[in-house]
């Protein structure tokens, strides 16, 4: 008797711990990117670090190839987004997407460049948005883009925040963690490919 008790015991805090929602804080400019989370009362600063720092190295001599940009995880993240989001939609808009801030603002050396790029955000914000809408209980969204003739390079501004309930984080880790891997290693043979194929030319 008493161990079905401490049993029922440990389900009825497995699910109240279920139940406790979790919280994520993504903010992003030309400059930085901000990561924050928090369970419950607590909050945490996942980026940047504010650990001890490093002592720099002297740069080595030897030849390497060169680090990956913002850009690249950027794309990165673009390339990620429509699995997370199917993943996302398997918990029938259950991830609440409460606040969402873009603003792209369009710019090139020349005018035409200036209003192809224009025209390319303003596309790819009408692909991936529909599909945001149909897998996240959206509450509060904000998209803006804009041009500037006068600006040499583009810029951008991100400010995200999602919650989800506990379980909700493990069901989605559940259903991507043998799908992500997949996709991470079909991205990187795709971008192995294209770069051969550049060197190739």
Known sequence: MKGVLILALIAAALALVSLLRLGVQVRWNSDQLTLRAWVGPVRLTLLPRTGRR?????????????PKGRGDMLEQLRRMLPLVAEAAGHL???????RI????????????????????INAAVGM???MVEQNFNVKDRNIRTRVDFEADKPTASLNAEATLTVGQALALAVWLAPRLPQAMGKERGRSRTDTAQKEAV
Not at 54 to 66: D, F, L, N, V
Not at 105 to 110: E, K
């Open 54 to 66: 490093r002592r720099k190295q002297p740069p080595r001599q030897t030849p390497s190839a060169p």
């Open 92 to 98: 029938r808009r259950k991830v609440r997407l409460d």
């Open 101 to 120: 801030e873009l603003d792209v603002t369009a710019a090139a050396p020349d005018p035409a460049s200036a209003a192809l790029a224009f025209g390319g």
């Open 128 to 130: 991936i948005w529909p």
